[in-house]
Every structure is written in C-alpha cells, then in structure tokens.
C-alpha cells in the first residue's frame, strides 16, 4: 500500500545527472517525502527527504514540486556505484512507518 | 556503515524450526523497526519498538513475534518456518520514532 507511484527502470550515463521522478498525488500536510537506494541487496540506504522545500545534502538534491503532489531525486553526477533500487516514500511526520513500493532501478552506464 | 548490526548474517534451517534474529541499534537510537524482503514481495513493513514499547505493526504473521530489551537491543522470533519464510530481514533504527532511519545490511534465512 505505497503512497507513490515511480517508473520501474532508468538508465543514465557515468557523470550525467540522474534525475528520478516520483508520484504521490495523494500527500497529506503531515507526510515527508523520503528516498532511499539500496544496492544489490544491501540494507537500504537513507539519501534524504523534504516537506515542501527543495533540500540538498552531499549526496543528492530533492526538488519537490510547489503542490507536493511529485518530487525528484537528482544525482548530480552519476558514477556506476549508484547503480541501484531508488524508493520515494511518503511518510508521517509522527512516526517512521514506511512502506515500500517496487521503486525504480537505475542502472549507470559507462 | 550504518552503525546498525545484525546477526547472524546467514541463516540456514529446516522447515517447522524456530530462529532468532538479532539486531543492535545505532548508539543513541531509541526505536528498531523489522522488515522483510524476499524476491516476489519486496520490503514489507514488520514491526517498530520505541523503548522498548511495541509502536506499530505492519504485515507480521502471527508465527513472527519480536521484542526491544532494556539496553535497546531486539531480536526477531520467526517459529514453525515454512519455505516461503526465506528470505532477507532487516533491522533499521532511529534516534526518534519520527527521524530518519538507518537500515542493517540484513540476515539472510533460507529455510530447506
């Protein structure tokens, strides 16, 4: 029971910017937008989230749009180690319950 | 490194066995969450502890039970496996019930 809707695959090239878009049109006032990658089949890996703000960290950018009903994830510059499961999730502000969609697998290319 | 530990790393055991798995939360974290991921489900939601207080539950079957300690550490009881147990689970915690989590690299349970 995601709350928001991603493109299952994308492909990107080494040292272009990865932009990931995701849907969830039916965000309330008291949800974040969170992302999180994970690799192979690692432990997923927190990368950031936002409320209504753009926000940006050492390893990416979250643009969130002025309704709050989509976001994207930029990776600034792509290397072949952010190849991954990039998941968007909208959660409450109250408490971490997050749930999972498919989310979208990037691959980089050389 | 999250700072998340989970043992063991794998786990191999055979159909109506009991398991437990454990987890350490980074230092300071007040709540651990349980999720499971196998191939056909993706990762579902299991079970949070806030100190040591059960807070939210999610898809946890009724075989599955799990507990936060005083020291702040949980463990996962999975009983009476079944082959569609297998699977990666994963421990992640929080330094609040509402901050961003930091997930464990999982243990791996293949039930035979």
């Known amino acids: 029971d995601a709350k928001t809707t991603q493109p299952p695959s994308m492909d990107c090239a080494e040292g272009r910017a990865a932009n990931l878009p995701c849907n969830h049109s039916t965000i309330s006032g008291n949800e974040y937008v969170y992302w999180y990658r994970q690799i192979h089949s690692q432990g997923p890996q927190y990368i950031i989230h936002?409320?209504?703000n753009n926000e940006t960290n050492e390893m990416a950018s979250l643009i969130i749009t002025e309704d709050r009903k989509s976001s994207t994830l930029i990776l600034p510059h792509a290397t072949l180690r952010d190849t991954a499961v990039y998941y968007c999730i909208v959660r409450p502000f109250s408490n971490n319950d997050m749930r999972f969609g498919a989310g979208t697998r990037l691959t980089v290319k050389p | 490194d999250s700072g998340v530990t989970q043992t063991p790393k794998h786990l191999i055991t055979a159909t109506g066995q009991r398991v437990t798995l454990r987890c350490s939360p980074r230092?300071?974290?007040?709540?651990v969450y349980w999720y499971q991921q196998s191939l056909d489900q993706g990762l579902q939601f299991l079970i949070q502890y806030y100190n040591g207080e059960e807070r939210a539950k999610g898809n946890i079957l009724e075989r599955f039970s799990a507990q936060q300690f005083p020291d702040l550490h949980s463990e996962l009881n999975l009983s009476s496996l079944e082959l569609g147990d297998s699977a990666l689970y994963f421990c992640?915690?929080?330094?609040?019930?509402?901050?961003?989590?930091?997930f464990g690299q999982g243990t791996r349970l293949t039930v035979v």
């Open positions: 936002g409320l209504k």
């Open positions: 230092s300071g974290d007040l709540s």
């Open positions: 992640a915690s929080s330094a609040r019930q509402n901050t961003e989590a930091f």
